[in-house]
C-alpha cells in the first residue's frame, strides 16, 4: 500500500501563508491523480484542490486565487502553497492518491489553524 507522509501544517494569523508537503513512498508520476483534501470540525472530507498525472490542476471555489498545488519531480513531493488563509481554512488537511488501478491512499492529515 502506499505511504503518504504529510508535513507543514501548523498556526498561522489570517492573512497568512503556510505550505504543505505530501511525500509519498513511490514516484510521484505513478499516481492518475494527487490531491488536497481538508476536514473541519462537524464538516465533510471536501476536496481542496487536484493534479492530474498530465499537470492538469483543479480548485475548490473557496480556494481559488489562493492556493496553488504543485509537485517537484527531484523531489518526489506534493504541495499546497496556501496564500492569504482565512480562519474558515482551518482544519485537517489530508493528502491523497490514486493510482491508475483505482486504488486510493491517503495520509495521516496535517493541523491547520488561522486564527483572527
Known amino acids: 500500500q502506499v505511504q503518504l507522509v504529510e508535513s507543514g501544517g501548523g498556526l498561522v494569523q489570517a492573512g497568512g501563508s503556510l505550505r504543505l508537503s505530501c511525500a509519498p513512498s513511490g514516484s510521484i508520476f505513478g499516481f492518475n491523480v494527487m490531491g488536497w483534501y481538508r476536514q473541519a470540525p462537524g464538516n465533510q472530507r471536501e476536496r481542496v484542490a487536484t493534479?492530474?498525472?498530465?499537470?492538469?490542476?483543479n480548485y475548490a471555489d473557496s480556494v481559488k486565487g489562493r492556493f496553488t498545488i504543485s509537485r517537484d519531480s527531484a523531489k518526489n513531493t506534493l504541495y499546497l502553497q496556501m496564500n492569504s488563509l482565512k480562519p474558515e481554512d482551518t482544519a485537517v488537511y489530508y493528502c491523497?492518491?490514486?493510482?491508475?488501478?483505482?486504488?486510493?491512499?491517503w495520509g495521516q492529515g496535517t493541523q491547520v489553524t488561522v486564527s483572527s
Open positions: 493534479i492530474t498525472w498530465g499537470g492538469t490542476t
Open positions: 491523497n492518491a490514486l493510482e491508475f488501478n483505482g486504488i486510493g491512499s
